[in-house]
């Protein structure tokens, strides 16, 4: 378990522009991918693997991203 709950779902709603996550949890190596995205990794076909500074700015962005979440839904 390396996102809690609220995080892997906010993590798949933001990359996906959905409200609704999946039943299902994806994959460590797809959700490293997107946490590089968040962080400005291009994920382009001729693209090193993501670094350890693009994945800890992506971090960043998504720590941000769940404790939003978490604010607006604490009053329901």
């Given at each position: 378990m390396v996102l809690q709950p609220v995080e892997w779902q906010?993590?798949?709603c933001r990359v996906h522009r959905t409200t609704w996550p999946p039943d299902r949890v994806s994959s460590l190596d797809q959700a490293v991918l997107w946490i590089a995205t968040l962080?400005?990794?291009?994920?382009?076909r001729n693209?090193?693997?993501p670094g350890a500074t693009v994945i800890?700015?992506?971090f960043?962005?998504?720590?941000?991203?769940?404790?939003?979440?978490r604010?607006?839904?604490?009053g329901q």
């Open positions: 906010v993590l798949y962080g400005g990794y291009l994920n382009r693209d090193p693997p800890w700015r992506g960043l962005v998504l720590h941000e991203i769940a404790e939003m979440f604010i607006f839904n604490s």
